[in-house]
């Protein structure tokens, strides 16, 4: 099975209704009722070494910052504000007291950074590798929340920063390349990723987006996500994708192909979002003033899926390529 299908089976046996439930499974959070003005954003995301990450290469602290980070880029996706976080920690026998010592520091650093609060958790002994599970509580004004479903035919696809740079900067690291300079904007977007969170505040503040999500498994598996629920499809202008110049220099020396890494790399954290092709220079303006760059890459439509536009095999022109549910996949 793989994970969407793991996803649908738990919707599917676990269904059930409460008033006060606004969004369950499928969306970056679960939205639930706080009061007659506000709701509750929940999500939770797990690190696992030797699937997520490697002590090898990845510093504790910035591992406990990675560990918030991943959770705030949830948050950011419906455009809320973090408040608690609650955390379960899995350690082997015989773990270094050192190493919890700075991934607690790099956790609370960046607690405080994104304004949220540790208010509980659990720990275990793992019998193997540490597991770092962290659940995270957001709040917003109930009728701002953006969901993946809503965006319409003829909105405009936009994405957040630029693409594929965490993937390309896991590769460096399993190649003990992380420590060269040129580098080392692609290796710190895989060990420290930085969430759009004034962004996605911003944005749906201003009324600007129809649907939105984070980048976590890479953007081919997410957008399929997002044309799903809102039951329509887009096509993506791959010559529009912001890419750092270094990527392509990092691809180049590894012989790899730069797009791959940034429609399937997964592990972005950057937002994608609909919108009217009318408010582009209000996104615009709004990037311009968090310091984020937006970029306007594709355009939905009616027909479902995924596609890439490519040149034909046979140089008469291009073809469209469905890519939907072509990124990661724990379970592929």
């Not at 008033?19 to 639930?32: E, M, Q, T, Y």
């Not at 948050?75 to 408040?83: C, D, I, L, S, T």
Request: glycine residues 12%; aromatic residues 6%; contains cysteine.
């Amino acid at each position: 099975m793989k994970e969407r299908e793991i996803i649908e089976l738990l919707a599917r046996q676990t269904a059930g209704g409460s008033d006060d439930l606004l969004v369950g499974i499928g969306d970056d959070c679960a939205v639930i009722r706080k009061d007659s003005r506000q709701v509750w954003l929940v999500t939770m995301d797990t690190l696992v070494e030797g699937v997520h990450f490697d002590r090898a290469w990845h510093p504790a602290a910035l591992l406990g910052r990675k560990s918030v980070a991943v959770n705030i880029s949830d948050v950011a996706a419906m455009g809320g504000r973090p408040v608690f976080a609650f955390l379960s920690l899995g350690l082997p026998p015989g773990f270094s007291e050192q190493w919890l010592v700075e991934f607690s520091g790099g956790l609370a650093e960046a607690c405080r950074e994104f304004g949220c609060l540790l208010a509980g958790g659990d720990t275990v002994r793992s019998p193997a590798g540490i597991v770092i599970t962290l659940t995270l509580v957001g709040e917003m004004d109930t009728d701002q929340v953006a969901l993946r479903r809503g965006a319409r035919p003829g909105d405009t696809l936009w994405v957040s920063g630029s693409l594929g740079n965490a993937a390309a900067g896991l590769e460096l690291c399993r190649q003990g390349r992380a420590e060269e300079a040129r580098l080392r904007e692609l290796v710190a977007a895989h060990l420290d990723p930085v969430p759009r969170l004034e962004l996605g505040r911003r944005l749906v503040e201003a009324g600007l987006v129809q649907a939105m999500m984070d980048l976590s498994d890479g953007l081919a598996t997410d957008l399929a996500h997002l044309c799903r629920q809102s039951g329509i499809g887009v096509t993506i202008d791959p010559a529009r994708l912001p890419a750092l110049p270094i990527l392509l220099e990092a691809a180049q020396l590894q012989g790899r192909d730069p797009l791959a890494w940034m429609v399937a790399g997964g592990e972005d954290y950057e937002l994608a979002f609909a919108a009217s092709p009318a408010d582009e220079q209000g996104i615009l303006a709004l990037g311009a003033e968090t310091g984020v760059q937006v970029t306007p890459v594709g355009v939905f439509d009616e027909r479902p899926g995924v596609r890439l536009i490519r040149p034909g095999q046979d140089g008469s022109g291009n073809v469209e390529v469905d890519i939907s549910y072509n990124g990661y996949d724990h379970f592929s």
